[in-house]
């Protein structure tokens, strides 16, 4: 099929598998693996890929590749990948791929080094690069950067951003203490801020912008800005993951003495660090320093947790050095870890049932000691911590005395842990508050920005803290959609360079679906926490009355796992997200998203002892009001900061880090395909790659590039306008015109070659100068062939005045020849009306002839009238006679000729009646006797008459209904047709409509999709959730191409209306070999249908860097007029539809026509260097028997229909447009002239006998010659 053409077909694990086109459908392909253990894959055309001539090529730039495609772009990235280069770009995009191991030698100092000043492509993809690419933007375009790190939890975003951050302050810095400080703050931000969950040893649980500040283009500060710390896992944990890092490093690493005095044990002795893992990260050099009695029961059993980015025991160490510093005294940071001890400690305390009947609870007494310890570490009054825990002091409104009430023991327990919440949220923003004043900077003129934030997050549970990771992420890919595609096609579309639009699904619906006032869940969520009870399930059912009939919400019972299912209608709802749909289960959904304290609480640890205790709550003092907690919102606090964050990022330049995570079980060197693919599609890279494969990701404006040589520039030059001057500086330079496209202000250039023209700009000024004395030439040149072309131009125009000097003489000899006719035209009539005369002396003469009486007489006569006849045209040629003349003359003639016809054909009348009269007694005879028999057989008759007149009256009752239903059909043809009138008038408006419903059915598909591979991805990190059955529908099998394909041929007894059963091969046979005509026309309507589809899959997947039009079927004019009319939504009418033509002859109707064209490579050159060829095509009925092109200077091509189907022009007659070209048909004889000369008759004879023709008006015509 197609010459075995090398395709990737879709693979559920793998992604993609490389295999060959073994059928075409209307609306899929079969490919066939070149693994045999896996089955042949029928899949929709949208989801088959061309493959690279070369499988092993791997490039530094996806954009580098012949076929940009989200297949091709999987397999670099898996090569890449296993060569341990982790980096690659997708145009100016860094695509980072997590190792999950330490690469040697890729962050070492000369490597930081090697890539300052550097521009993008000159070295390969690196994290440094982009930094670089940053600072150099922040420098010359005096606009503040961006650089935005993106990613799933576990794909490395936190190591990148560390990267980029010693790059900018190695590279960059003043050379002061600064901006170490500023390096040092990312290890301890991490410690108290990142924590071990089940997709990443060293996930980020919380987000940061930090802002590196620069003055004169050197760093002089910096600001970092925290989003949402998830305070739920300061009290409880996932089995397998842990609390934040400085919770393990100060029970691994903490010196002794600082052990005992802040009575720290082993992780199992917290209930804080006990739900999840105990096991320290230790690597083998550190597990001996570590005291056993440091060591929990488990980690003992199991040992240490290996990752070799994490060591506790060392990382403590690093904490205080970074503390160090940074300014932080020793006192300071003991003061930061007595409270982290003291948050500890807070979550030993138990709670038990008082005695009496007062009710309430009382602080257990095998935990009174956790309370002594608390209240020490915190600053706190033992009897006062108790009393606040186990009481809520509440004040009645417009009254000062308030009221003690009791808690049981849940309410207790919340207490506890809404304190112990709250001081290690506080001292979070105050470690980022000291953070910043390690780093002040008095002005700035500018700042690149690197974000880090937590990756879209799914779990088995999920709650409301993934809610707001995945409303951020949300956002931040609408941001990427807007920066990179939709504000990329706009400057397009402004600067006029012709680029394809690239249709990406917009999020906006989901962003209101949470964020819109009012009705955003968000908004629901807060009126729920305002009322006197509020209630999660409330919420939940609230949400889904306003929403019940939103595509991007719906019930739990949708999900696409088990356990989801299981849940109540207002214990959860699901939101389908840009990645997949995510389930949430709304309990605590209200606690979590009012961030204020008990008034008891809060009045305790504002009173604290401890100085910096009092110093986290001092600023959030709350007081009663009407006798209940006032109320902030969490959810409402994070969409204002959200909403700070994103007007930053839109007043700064913007880079992308797209950080991929390869596998679930974070191990090196695996590479699931399935997996990575889904990520970069939920990332938008496979819309970037189909704006990249006609994009400009690089630009420079004219006046850069001019301001950049003018110093240099001698006089003259300096006249020239900027953009004249960057065209000849590009010719000078004799750069590739496909590198590079001219807009209105800038200069575009493709993927990767931006950094050619920057080395030469960056060059020395020697260099320089030469670069000058070039374009001088280029433009004297220029200039030189202006006047050439304007002499030409001259002497053409010469020509032409001669040329129609000579017309002027042909014009007056057709001018004489028509008065010469005008003057003589009597006697051209009335020759002409005599010839006919003569013409008529034959008839008469024969006869005469036939006569048996009176032959003579009537031979004399005749020839009388012969010579008068020609008597006549003599003297019309020999005299010049008036008209009057020659018509009596003339009349005179027909007179004679009537008399003796009279005569003639009454002697002959005569003749004919006798023998007439004979036949006539013989016939009367034979009449007679056939009456005697007649009367004979007419008394047989008369039995079956009766019977017959029955059987006649039923056929005739029966005829009336089968007349009455054709009747009542050929009334409803007609209504069909004046309907089909209609629907012809509106064609245009419903294809539209038809394309947007086909996107919106398109955009569900695809969202399905990622929400069942989002779903088998969750099953296999849970290892225990399950993944319901697939249920998609039959429709939705075919459009995603997982309909197994069916095998064997096509038998005779198999319906042939439904051509779909029908392979491809099977078409071309049944055209070959049927003889049924009807049948053979709808299988052409169907092979040229599938032949049309296939061709317009292989001109969306075209090569990046082919060569326009290369394997083009057709002239552009033909192709163009097609387009015009023709697009995917027709596609998919015309497959739907089945062919019912039927053949009026058994011959179809030949045309022949031909065209000229311009060769595709020479489109572009002046119109002089244009070289053109010839396009034949010979139509046998509606498609193309033989197509023949003759390029200049080239071997004539030639395809016969059978042989080289794959490369005729699959286009109906009427869809080229050709019948109403003026002048494109030819004469047949032309066509064979043209053919024949061309060696056609002998490849076509050679294409006959190896039997790979189909049968054509033309090969019949052959075949009978060879005969």
Known sequence: MDSGKVVWGPHPEHGFVIGTIIDINQSSITVKPRNNKIKAITASYNQVFPAEPDEKKEVDDNCALMYLNEATLLHNLDLRYHKDKIYTYVANILLAVNPYKDIKGLYTPERIKQYKGKSLGVLPPHCYAIADKAYRDLKVLKLSQAIIVSGESGAGKTENTKFALKYIADNFGSGDDIDQRIVQANPLLEAFGNAKTMRNNNSSRFGKFIEIHFSKNKLVGGFISHYLLEKSRIVSQGA???????????????????????????????????????????????????????????????????????????????????????????????????????????????????????????????????????????????????????????????????????????QSSNAREALAKAIYSNLFDHVVSRVNECFPFKSSTGYIGILDIAGFEYFEVNSFEQFCINYCNEKLQQFFNRRVLHEEQELYEKEGLGVHEVIYTDNQDCIDLIEAPRVGILDILDEESKLPRPDDKHFTSQIHQKHKNHFRITIPRKSQLTTHRNLRDDEGFLIRHFAGAVCYQTAKFVEKNNDALHYSLEKLVSGSSDKLVRRLFENTGVASTKGKLSFISVGNKFKTQLGSLLDKLEDTGSSFIRCIKPNFMMQEQSFLGGQILSQLQCSGMVSVLNLMQGGFPSRTAFAEVYETYRAIMPERLRRLDPRLFCKALFKALGLNETDFKFGMTKVFFRPGKFAEFDELMRSDPENMKILIKRVQKWLARARWRKVQWCALSVIKCTNKIKWRLAQYTIIQKHIRGYQTRRKHIPRIKAYALASKLAGQLGKMQQIVGALKDNKKDMFVKVDKHCKQVRQHLVDIKAKIMSEQAMQKTYQSLVRSEESLLKDLMSKKMAEEEAAKARKIQEAMERARQQRIEEERKKKEAEALKEKKRKEEEEERKRKAVLEAKRKKEEEEERKREEENKKIQAQIEAQISAERKEEDRKNTILEQERRDRELAMRLAQDEGQAQVVEDTTSVMEQQKRGLTATKGGSVGAGDDKKNLSRYKFAELRDAINTSTDIQFIESCREEFHRRLKVYHLWKAKNKASNHNAGAAQRAPKSVVDHHDSSFNATTVAMASKQVAAKTAGATQQEQRYFRIPFIRPCDRSLAPEFQKRGWWYAHFDGKYIARQMELHPGKKPLLLVAGKDDMQLCELSLQDTGLAHKKGAEILPRQFEEAWNANNGATYMADAIKAGVARTTYATQMMKSQMR
């Open 240 to 410: 397998k993951e842990r609390n934040y890092h400085i919770f393990y490093r100060l029970c691994c690493g903490a010196p002794d003495a600082l052990k005992a005095k802040l009575k720290l044990k082993s992780p199992e002795n917290f209930r804080y660090l006990q739900n999840g893992t105990t096991q320290y990260f230790l690597h083998k050099s550190s597990a001996k320093d570590v005291g056993q009695n440091r060591l929990s029961a488990y980690h003992k059993k199991k040992g240490a947790l290996d990752d070799p980015m994490l060591d506790d025991y060392k990382d403590f160490s690093r904490i205080v050095d970074a503390m160090k510093q940074m300014g932080i005294s020793e006192k300071d940071a003991e003061d930061l870890f007595q409270i982290v001890a003291g948050v500890l400690h807070l979550g030993n305390i138990n709670f038990e049932e008082a005695d009496g009947t007062s009710g309430g609870c009382k602080v257990s007494d095998d935990t009174k000691d956790a309370v002594e310890i608390t209240s020490k570490l915190l600053g706190l009054d033992a009897d006062a911590l108790t009393e606040a825990m186990t009481n809520r002091i509440m004040k009645s409104a417009g009254e000062e005395n308030s009221i003690k009430v009791p808690l049981n023991k849940v």
